[in-house]
């Protein structure tokens, strides 16, 4: 799509993120669970592979096979997922309202049993990138050229079977697997850095053998430019080490990691929705 | 029997989590050999004194449940007394291979504590409830499994736990629960507590479905059925000696836990039933069901999980009976 380049677009996308971003809050305070410090924080990326024209998805045929797919691994992000995906149009925006209620279809973690365009039932943590390394195998046997993009979280990637898929990924050279890690450098109960370090995140990728490339996580444009050249080098796996702000965009939460799971108060979403500077009609 | 009663009519309930967090620290100063090991959260574990005051015996793995259980059992090679303190679903679902291996087949000195049981967490769905939990580690040879039934239970359950030889499995609460016992009440591993005797029927049930089955006898004594009920917060080893007695003098058994119906506290039951003295049995938990989206409190309701479900099992058994 052409028109990603002009800075209209541009503004367009992060109005669609900023309204995802208000959206998750909202059914959080709905609710009175979820986790909004990562859903702000993946908001960008989330709005760029739906509606800046990276993921080759239709809504009209969520499992239309020769689909990318989008595998949300931090699967306690939800509400931005669920955000994007009713912006998408994979179902109305007003079953938004539905959020974890009794018999809801929007559990609190996705369930792709229940809804149109989730690929799989996250929530424990590390299950995201070998299911998307099993996929992006299967697109190879059946000679197929569509893509599978997954997103982590940093914290996440405490978990070794994500270490075991991406060697699985480099010994099989899937050109067609992007990982994507929304860096926020905050976990559950601290900074990850405090926590169990990290760094250096960036080689850690490098020598199990992903071509890595460090951007923006709230440039819509520079991850825009990054995601549409995959893979990012030919024979490898990618791996784009998006750096955000958890809480990014709603003062009070950026980079406190008591909004890991913080529920926000009325109060809350009407700052919010001035600082963003959108509403939610649903 | 009639302080019991009352004490499940009184309406203070109190968090397990908090319980076995002060029972932990005062181990921690009894006995240096006491660590505790978390992933991730502090206070999702409720270790924030421990680890100010113990911060030498206090390790965080990060997001690693597998490494978790491992760096346990090696703990408890060097001599440690390890409390590995995580959600109950991640310790046992992502670590069972460790929990075999490393813990029971190794008789490896290790506690693993697991916090938020069941289907506690509500809402976060399938994957953040552990209804497998008491299943899993109770067919594997050599690890206790002890489900508390309140706050008192589990403080007690917790300093017996400092004098057992080999690993357990702690199942503490999170949804807040009346006392079922006394302050001063001691845990005996592998004991049935008789929490009221009774003749027609028997309520046998574990954590936080205890209070609900005293709740339950209360509704039969209304209805002239005189109910006994077991709390067997030790499900394995099971005390086959008070499921025999139950089954020989009253009509029945009804078994409730916030669990899976099979392979559970049920499953446990039955298992002897089968063998030992065949009785008209009620197995009360998940049905081989994923839990739909809701709160904790609307799928115990979802799966009869309450007083007047354990009651109607109750009838239905003695129904059976006539
Ligand atoms: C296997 C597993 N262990 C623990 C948890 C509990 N948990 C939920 S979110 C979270 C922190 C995740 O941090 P990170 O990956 O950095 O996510 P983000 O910052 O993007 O929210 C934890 C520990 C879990 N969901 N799965
Ligand atoms: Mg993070």
Redesign the interface.
């Known amino acids: 799509m052409p028109e990603a380049a002009n800075p209209e677009h541009a503004a367009r996308l992060k109005a669609q993120a900023n309204w995802i971003r208000l959206s998750a809050m909202t059914m959080t305070n709905h609710?009175q669970?979820g986790h909004t410090g990562g859903d702000l924080s993946s908001a960008d990326i989330l709005a760029t592979l739906y509606l800046g024209g990276i993921l080759r998805v239709d809504p009209q045929q969520p499992r239309w096979p020769q689909r990318d797919r989008f595998i949300l691994s931090k699967?306690h992000c939800s509400g931005a997922f669920y955000s994007a995906l009713a912006l998408k149009g994979f179902f109305p925006r007003d079953q938004l309202k539905t959020f974890?209620?009794?018999?809801?279809?929007?559990?609190?973690?996705p369930?792709r049993n229940k809804l149109p365009g989730v690929e799989a039932?996250?929530?424990?943590?590390?299950h995201g990138l070998p299911i998307s390394v099993g996929a992006a195998l299967g697109a190879r046997m059946r000679g197929e050229t569509w893509r599978v993009f997954v997103l982590t979280g940093d914290?996440?990637l405490?978990?070794?079977s994500n270490w075991e898929a991406a060697m699985t990924a480099q010994h099989y050279g899937l050109e067609n697997l992007v990982v994507i890690v929304d860096r926020n450098r905050i976990?559950?109960?601290?900074f990850t850095e405090k926590?169990?370090k990290m760094e250096p995140l960036a080689d850690r990728w490098r020598a199990f053998g992903f071509a890595v490339v460090e951007a923006d996580g709230h440039d819509c444009k520079a991850l825009r430019d990054r995601l549409s050249r995959v893979p990012f080098e030919a024979g490898k796996p990618s791996c784009l080490i998006a750096n955000t702000v958890k809480g990014k965009g709603v003062s009070f939460a950026e980079n406190q990691p008591a909004w890991h799971h913080g529920v926000p108060t009325r109060e809350h979403l009407a700052a919010a929705a001035s600082e963003l500077g959108v509403e939610v009609d649903w | 029997m009639e302080a019991v009663a009352k004490a499940v009519e009184n309406t203070s309930l109190h968090d397990c989590r908090d319980a076995y967090a002060e029972a932990l620290e005062k181990m921690a100063a009894g006995d240096a050999r006491v660590c505790a090991v978390i992933n991730d959260s502090l206070s999702s574990a409720k270790l924030k004194n421990f680890k100010a005051k113990y911060p030498g015996r206090f390790v965080n793995v990060g997001i690693a449940e597998q490494n978790m259980v491992g760096v346990g059992a090696g703990l408890a090679n060097a001599g440690m007394v390890p409390y590995l303190c995580g959600a109950a679903c991640f310790m046992t679902a992502r670590a069972m291979e460790q929990v075999k291996v490393d813990l029971a087949y190794s008789r490896s000195n290790v506690r693993l504590c697991g916090m938020s049981p069941g289907m506690a967490y509500g809402q976060l769905g399938p994957t953040h409830h552990s209804i497998e939990d008491v299943a899993w580690t109770r067919i594997l040879p050599n690890i206790g499994v002890i489900v508390p039934a309140d706050a008192v239970e589990t403080r007690a359950a917790m300093l017996y736990s400092l004098k057992h030889e080999g690993p357990l499995f702690l199942r503490i609460a999170r949804m807040p629960l009346p006392d079922v016992h006394k302050s001063g009440y001691e845990f005996r591993y592998g004991i049935a507590d008789v929490l009221r005797w009774g003749r027609d029927v028997t309520l046998m049930a574990c954590g936080v479905m205890v209070s609900r089955a005293l709740e339950a006898a209360h509704m039969l004594e209304s209805a002239g059925v005189d109910a006994r009920v077991v709390n067997m917060s030790t499900v394995k080893p099971l005390d086959r000696d008070a499921v025999l007695d139950a089954a020989r003098s009253t009509c029945g058994i009804v078994t409730a836990e916030e669990g899976l119906a099979a392979g559970g506290l049920g499953g446990a039951v039955a298992e002897v039933l089968a063998e030992e003295h065949p009785a008209p049995m009620r197995i009360l938990g998940v049905r081989d069901a994923f839990a739909p989206t809701g709160s904790a409190e609307f799928l115990l309701e979802h799966f009869g999980l309450t007083p007047g479900g354990i009651r109607d099992a109750a009838l239905e058994l003695l129904e059976k009976r006539r």
């Open positions: 609710a669970l699967g974890m209620d009794p018999l809801s279809m929007l559990n609190g973690h369930d039932n996250t929530g424990p943590l590390g914290g996440e405490q978990e070794g976990q559950q109960g601290d926590t169990l």
